[in-house]
């Protein structure tokens, strides 16, 4: 299983990016997906996650209104996009997901994506 994440930088307050995770390894259709970021000096924590069809989606209080999860299942690739950015926003960004195996179960991480939104 590989997660690769691109689309991170610097933007200005009130900006907007769009991240982007594909995905390789696994039936991707068939998991759900997350993600998650991580400030400096605290606790990674869960961003968004949406269904393996696409069908439902959740948010973190943090950022909902301003950031949508997405995926195309034809292309292997889950997509954030970010508005409205806030300094608070700055982390790095990873995504996730868990596949079931016999007995168990893998969680996967890429090697996230630097976001930083300064003046």
């Known amino acids: 299983v590989q997660l690769v994440e691109s689309g991170g930088g610097l933007v200005q307050p009130g900006g907007s990016l769009r991240l982007s995770c594909a995905a390789s390894?696994?039936?991707?259709?068939?998991?759900?997906m997350n993600w998650y970021r991580q400030a400096p000096g605290k606790e990674r924590e869960m961003v968004a996650t949406i269904s393996s069809a696409g069908t439902s989606t959740n948010y973190a209080d943090s950022v909902k209104g301003r950031f949508t999860i997405s995926r195309d299942n034809s292309k292997n690739t889950v997509y954030l996009q970010m508005n409205s950015l806030k300094p608070e926003d700055t982390a790095l960004y990873y995504c996730?997901?868990?596949?079931?195996?016999?007995?168990?179960?893998?969680?996967?991480w890429g090697q996230g994506t630097q976001v930083t939104v300064s003046s």
């Open positions: 390894g696994f039936t991707f259709s068939t998991y759900n």
């Open positions: 996730n997901t868990v596949t079931l195996k016999t007995g168990g179960f893998d969680v996967w």
